[in-house]
């Protein structure tokens, strides 16, 4: 029997829609899932929605379920929990962790899957990818039992590498952003927060998240010397401006980039990206993530809502998207 599914596209850049989708019957090892709830990206969903992703980055960019090419049309989206209605026995009737666009049903292998824990609830583990992406991060970071350590932008991603650090060892940690309405994520966080002229300085470790030239700018700032910027932004098509004049020589600062598409150099071997993934979701047992969600809107108003996310209007960390059971896609 054929199933039913909607899903949105982006079919231009700036211009999105609902679509019809005919699934194939679940495989031997595969499942069919009933999506719950997925997630906006306020940062790589807005640049993709607007069309900003370089020509240079279209693989790299490329999600794990994407159809179709950047600029569009394309299904692009990574943040995705559901409930698994077929497929083998040890899987059926879990809510699970996907990175899938957003779509009503889908049929995926049963290895692309993640049960999540039973003390998540499944609105906040559409987080996981997000927190998957502070874990590499920190691995990368390598900090240290007391670091003094600042996350410069409480965005979607930065706000996450907070929520992670506050519970490391005796780290001191603040989180920076220009928008003193984030003072309220920091606290459910359980973090210090400031502006950037107000900032703590000689860091041993600034996370730069905040994809703006002033923002990576004032994290070399911060830091003391030998100390390191690791850099988080994802710039889309923009030019980045940095001072590397001045006292970057002679303090001897660090500048290291961190991407989630493979697992840090430091653990790598001894850890693969289905367990990052699954650690994610055991720190998201933590309710102080919820501060990062916000919404939600229904499935079929994603093309009204993300050009609000893309202007501005709509102000959002991560904005969910709830799911009506599809009875109707049948």
């Keep these: 029997m054929t199933v039913r599914a909607r899903a949105f596209w982006l079919a231009a850049p700036g211009q ?4 019809s989708v005919a699934l194939a019957p679940p495989g031997a090892d595969e499942v069919l899932v009933r999506t719950l709830h997925s997630g ?6 807005t640049l993709v929605f607007a069309g900003k992703v370089p020509p240079s980055q279209y693989a790299t960019m490329r999600a794990p379920f994407q159809q179709g090419d950047f600029p569009g049309p394309v299904k692009y989206g990574y ?10 026995a040890h899987l059926v009737g879990r809510t699970v962790f996907c990175l899938y666009p957003h779509q009503t049903r889908y049929v995926v292998p049963a290895s692309a899957v993640t049960v999540v824990p039973d003390g998540v609830p499944a609105a906040r ?4 990818g997000t927190v998957e992406t502070a874990v590499n991060a920190l691995w990368d970071a390598a900090p240290l039992v007391g670091d003094r350590i600042t996350v410069v932008g409480a965005g979607m991603v930065g706000s996450a590498v907070a929520g992670v650090l506050a519970r490391f060892p005796g780290a001191r940690v603040q989180l920076v952003d220009a928008d003193p309405g984030r003072a309220g994520v920091a606290a459910a966080l359980g973090v210090d927060f400031a502006l950037p002229a107000e900032a703590t300085g000689d860091r041993d470790l600034v996370v730069h998240a905040s994809a703006t030239s002033a923002g990576l700018t004032r994290s ?4 003391a ?9 994802w710039y ?9 004049g001045e006292n970057f020589h002679s303090r001897r600062l660090v500048v290291r980039s961190s991407q989630v598409g493979t697992v840090s150099p430091n653990v790598r071997g001894r850890r693969t990206y289905a367990d990052r993934l699954a650690l994610a979701l055991e720190l998201l047992a933590d309710p102080a993530f919820d501060a990062l969600l916000s919404g939600p809107c229904d499935f079929e108003e994603l093309p009204e ?6 202007s501005g209007e709509l102000p959002a960390l991560c904005h969910l998207v709830d799911y009506r059971d599809p009875a109707d896609d049948q």
Excluded: F, K, M, W
């Design 16 to 19: 999105g829609e609902i679509r």
């Design 40 to 45: 906006l990206s306020r940062g790589t969903e």
């Design 79 to 88: 943040l995705n929990v559901g409930h698994v209605e077929a497929g083998p």
């Design 125 to 128: 583990a559409v987080l996981a």
């Design 220 to 223: 070399l700032e911060l830091l």
């Design 225 to 233: 010397p030998e100390g390191t910027v690791v850099e988080l932004s």
């Design 236 to 244: 889309g098509d923009r030019q980045v401006s940095v001072p590397l």
């Design 305 to 310: 809502t993300l050009p609000r996310l893309v």
